[in-house]
């Protein structure tokens, strides 16, 4: 039987890619295959399917759907995202012009199967590129009970509808105000801070921690339900 490597699914004006496969990223993982979500817009799709030499900014500067109001989006924020690199948005053109037109549909009983089938004692890093809540909560949650280990990050914590994915990804807050208001509603802080001294354990996947771990191996960062129990902090980079 093929194993699936690639899922694709819509929901509103989004596109959500869940991939399996191997990364050189040894921050992320030990070179082994794991499953990694994507959200792009559909106006990002379309983009990357009727033009060309349209260049990086206007590329993600179609991200108000996918990223929503998050601090670093090109849309509606500074465009300071670690995700605005050549590298990356080559693979993110390349993997938007191997998706077909009838590919686009909502998801359904097979595409759900063979997610979980792919989740299936891998890591899965959920938010690869794009907001990972606007992804179902059901399917976060039936990916995360059925992986090895799972991380996930959201700057949406703050939002009424975001709520649940509290259990299973990280509110990405920048100082103790931020970390200390998300704890009050249920989420466990990521804090990428300036200065270090926040309440957290340090990232061990982290240059300041020097590398003694990896996101797949620590698995910290998987909300109250997940691994870890207190905050994490790693320095702006």
Known sequence: MTK???????KGENIFVVNKGKTSNKKITDGSKIVQTYTF?????????????FGMKVFFALDKDNCLDCPFSMGNGNG????H??????GFLSMLRSIPKEALTELNEQKYRDIMDMSHQSYVRFGTYGEPSLMPIELVESMSLLSKSWTGYTHQW???WANDFGKFFMASTHNQEEANAASEINFRSFIATKTGEENAVGCPASNEMGF??????CGLCSGTEGKGKKDVKILEH
């Open 158 to 160: 703050s939002k009424d």
């Open 4 to 10: 699936i490597k690639k899922v694709v699914f819509t």
């Open 212 to 217: 003694i771990s990896n996101c797949a191996k």
């Open 80 to 83: 300071g995202c670690y995700t």
């Open 85 to 90: 690199k050549f590298n990356q948005y080559v």
């Open 41 to 53: 817009s559909k106006s990002q799709w379309e983009l990357a399917n009727t033009q060309k030499g």
